[in-house]
């Protein structure tokens, strides 16, 4: 049954967890977006504040730096990447205490922030980075946000206990710092860190927490927050320290006071979610030092960057790397299933890296000059305009390289086909621009690598699946950004005309990344546009599909009424060899999803469902089952599926059932009353349902009018002519006038009965309703079933327990207080006045980080567009 009576508004009952839980989840796309205006705001300042410095003297002060002064910004990196793994350590003394080993903390602090940092996008890199590791010990996602939410106190308290220092004790000497005098310096300075005491103080006063959606955030002791401020604060100021120590000496100021410089640099890094801060935290020293044109400042920065954040992401990848190995070789047993899942595990992340990692080589080799000797030699074998084409698609390969690089890491095969031939076509292109053999060289061994491992890309897939999301559309626009003032420095000295644009020489190094610059930009646009324009159609309640006989001989034997959905017309289906059963699904997002368990025979079922999940496995996409009981649980938790109670199906038994008593003294009264009123209740067999579709469209389109929502679909019927005929129809009359129906659902062994569609015309009858429910029980006593399903009542029925998992603790939290979303507490009180027997009902889903997503590819499919749940 989808459709209820007053007082439950509701027009389809099964969709309710789904209307609400697509509430919660929000795309996340301004981080990507405010990264790229960041990075595009550092280049204009870099622009203007670079002066004339030139390349070639920032890689001489580069060369002329010596390792006696990079040892100690080593050493200081050292001391900062310590202080942040202890991060981890402190949360997990809080959020989970005895259950993660301190070497392990150490280890996915040190992994997560030497990812973060470099990479940026701190919440999508750091995070996964770290359930990737603390799932190995049976945390769960929310664990890991609670951990990553107390480091984030940890670093901002370091932060802020740096800038009130360094306020408070030197506040002169700084180009950015005067515009305020030294007096409201140490004013501001002070305030900062009475502010910090005033925290360490109410938290000494009693352990202090907060509840958020059910579960509860700890605060750390008095004690444990001095000592994660001191580790904060170490971090920073190790982290300026290391910068610090490369910077010229005539143009550094008092170490306090870079103190406030450098935390002022890293507040915009991290606003800006840019790769490390690309320009952003170059734009912001150099103006805070007012140092704009000298190359040795700019020289200090290129090895701070060097030092402090590409050595730690090489670290950190091989440290995960290992870290894989070890995790996928300490589950297989033999030889030759250690090689299979090594290759499956390994083999697509590093040709990813790899593959990412030419595509930015040939960017920023076509942002820079070409070596002069080799130009010379070539020129005298290659005709220019094959030069200046190569220059202009070794770019645009490298961009494309990129974009690929996503494909390779879903093991998407289509994508190691494409990246062996841009790799090769790039390495060609190297050679006929400048003769760039190591580049080639580079590019062909890639290329080699992922040709050997060709079993580690066995997913099905299409140009489609090459196609961006907000983030990678965010990290596409920093990439080209950064491409694009590597090439301004490299080519200072040349003043702009416009003529520039069309010169073809040699030494027309400039002409050429101008070109190929302006290329970048129209191809990345495209792409942007194209996956904004182009994203996949929602399903929609609208066409059927033929349902195969064996999926309709298999209906007429089964048990329960739930699978006579599968003759919607709007799933797929995936039959056994025996046709003995059946899996009906569909596609979101992606998500495979399906509705229900298998149908049919149980034994012929369980390998229904390992046939699923390999299929969507093959296809890159997310094996989900939806709206599943008890039965098959085992094999979904084989699968390492994540189970989600979402809510109870409610049967009353029809063996007993009667209107005598005082609990059904409601519908003896609407069944006595409908007869007073002239209600007349009759059953249209399904054979003649055809000739009476007007009448029953009539009742159908005039209760929709009164309803904000529209039709749903997968897991719930709609109005369909093709569809009502496959049922036996109840209606109650009124005079010749049909009034109100609902289409009957019959289990194939005659065990259960149900409705789907239950529609009325308004004004007719206070009482319409429940004396359709109450003749329709009579109706199914009187024909021998033994079950009548109410449908579900979503999110009830779960454990409200502190020690309860954090589903749970959401799913009862909005149980409890989103009668603004859905009438959940009145769903449940309408079926429970009927007495019924309550079943568990439950969603196998691979847990983790992807748990939004799949919800929200579930409300997609239900639903027909996610916007449509805010409408009740």
């Excluded at 996915?108 to 996008?121: D, K, L, P, R, W």
């Excluded at 084409?389 to 070794?394: K, Q, R, V, Y």
């Excluded at 094999?635 to 009353?652: F, N, P, Q, T």
């Excluded at 009124?734 to 149900?754: M, P, Q, T, Y």
Aim: glycine share 8%.
């Amino acid at each position: 049954m989808n459709d209820a009576d007053a007082p439950i508004d509701e027009q389809n009952i099964g969709s309710g967890l789904s209307r609400t839980i697509d509430r919660i989840v929000e795309p996340r796309v301004l981080g990507p977006i405010v990264g790229a205006i960041a990075v595009a705001v550092a280049v204009v300042a870099i622009h203007e504040i670079g002066g004339k410095v030139h390349l070639n003297h920032i890689l001489d002060a580069i060369a002329a730096t010596s390792f006696s002064t990079v040892a100690p910004a080593l050493a200081f990196t050292l001391i900062s990447l310590m202080a942040m793994a202890l991060y981890d350590v402190m949360a997990i003394r809080h959020i989970a205490p005895d259950k993660v080993p301190v070497r392990l903390a150490l280890f996915a602090g040190f992994v997560g922030y030497g990812f973060s940092n470099a990479i940026g996008f701190h919440v999508f890199v750091g995070g996964p980075v770290r359930y990737r590791i603390y799932q190995s010990v049976g945390l769960d996602a929310a664990d890991v946000g609670r951990i990553v939410g107390v480091s984030f106190l940890t670093f901002w308290g370091g932060l802020l206990t740096i800038v009130g220092l360094a306020m408070l004790l030197d506040p002169v000497g700084l180009p950015a710092l005067s515009l305020v005098s030294p007096v409201d310096d140490r004013i501001i300075g002070g305030s900062i860190l009475f502010g910090l005491l005033v925290v360490l103080l109410w938290l000494s006063r009693g352990q202090r927490q907060v509840s958020v959606l059910g579960w509860t955030f700890p605060f750390p002791s008095a004690r444990s927050a001095a000592v994660q401020i001191l580790i904060g604060a170490v971090d920073i100021g190790a982290a300026a320290a290391a910068l610090y120590v490369l910077l010229p000496a005539d143009v550094a100021p008092g170490f306090t006071v870079f103190l406030a410089l450098f935390a002022l640099a890293v507040v915009a890094t991290v606003v800006s979610h840019a790769p490390g801060g690309l320009g952003v935290l170059e734009a912001t020293i150099l103006f805070g030092l007012g140092a704009g044109a000298r190359p040795d400042v700019v020289a200090a920065l290129v090895v701070f960057r060097i030092v402090y954040y590409l050595l730690p992401l090489a670290l950190a990848a091989l440290a995960l790397l290992v870290f894989e190995i070890y995790r996928v070789r300490s589950t297989v047993s033999t030889v030759a299933g250690r090689t299979l899942a090594l290759t499956r595990h390994i083999v697509p992340p590093i040709s990813a890296t790899l593959v990412f990692a030419g595509g930015l080589v040939l960017l920023f080799s076509g942002s820079v000059p070409a070596i002069g000797d080799r130009t010379d030699w070539l020129s005298d074998i290659l005709p220019l305009p094959f030069a200046e084409a190569s220059h202009l698609l070794a770019s645009v390969t490298g961009l494309l390289l990129i974009i690929i690089a996503r494909g390779l890491y879903r093991r998407i095969a289509l994508a190691r086909f494409a990246a062996i031939v841009l790799l090769l076509t790039g390495a060609l292109f190297s050679l006929m621009k400048g003769l760039d053999w190591e580049e080639a060289v580079v590019l062909i061994a890639v290329a080699a690598t992922l040709f050997i491992y060709k079993d580690a890309f066995y997913r099905k897939g299409d140009w489609r699946s090459f196609r961006l999301d907000a983030t990678w559309i965010g990290l596409l626009a920093i990439v080209v950004i950064a491409s694009t003032i590597v090439g301004l420095l490299a080519y200072r000295h040349v003043e702009y005309q416009s003529s520039l644009w069309w010169e073809f020489a040699w030494d027309g190094d400039a002409p050429r990344f101008l070109r190929a610059t302006m290329a970048l930009a129209i191809v990345a646009a495209a792409l942007a546009i194209d996956t904004v324009i182009n994203r996949p159609p929602h399903p929609k309640p609208s066409g059927r599909s033929a349902v195969p006989d064996a999926v309709r001989r298999i209906l007429e034997t089964s048990s329960g009424t739930e699978p006579c959905v599968a003759l919607l017309g709007d799933k797929s289906f995936m039959i056994s060899p025996c046709e003995k059963a059946f899996l009906m699904y569909a596609r979101s997002g992606n998500s495979w999803i399906t509705m229900g368990d298998p149908v049919g025979d149980a034994q012929a079922g369980s390998t229904l469902i390992w046939r699923f999940a390999e299929a969507a496995d093959q296809a890159g996409a997310r094996a989900v089952f939806y709206s599943i009981q008890p039965e098959f649980l085992t094999h979904y938790l084989d699968m390492s599926l994540a189970i989600l109670k979402i809510g109870e199906v409610a049967r009353i038994s029809l063996s007993d059932f009667s209107l005598d008593g005082a609990v059904r003294q409601p519908l003896r009264y609407a069944y006595g009353k409908s007869s007073r009123e002239g209600l007349v209740f009759s059953v249209i067999p399904k054979a003649d349902v055809a000739s009476f579709l007007p009448e029953l469209r009539a009742v159908s389109d005039e209760w929709m009018g009164k309803k904000h929502g529209s039709e749903k679909g997968f897991s719930l019927g709609y109005f369909d002519d093709d569809y009502m005929r496959e049922f036996d129809c109840a209606v109650l009359r009124k005079g010749d006038e049909i009034v109100a129906f609902a289409n009957l659902w019959r289990s194939g062994d005659g065990e259960e009965l149900s409705v789907d569609l239950m529609r009325y015309k308004r004004g007719v009858s206070k009482i319409m309703m429940d004396a359709l429910f109450a003749h329709i029980l009579l109706l199914g006593k009187a024909e021998g079933y033994k079950w009548f399903n109410l449908g579900a009542a979503p999110l009830s029925g779960l454990a409200d327990h502190p020690l309860a998992s954090t589903w749970n603790r959401i799913g009862t939290f909005i149980y409890k207080r989103g009668d603004e979303i859905y009438n959940f507490e009145g769903l449940r009180a309408f079926k429970q006045k009927f007495d019924p027997v309550w079943t568990p009902q439950y969603l196998a889903c691979p847990g983790g980080l992807a748990m939004p997503q799949i919800l929200l590819d579930i409300t997609t499919l239900i639903s027909g567009n996610p916007i449509r749940i805010f409408k009740r």
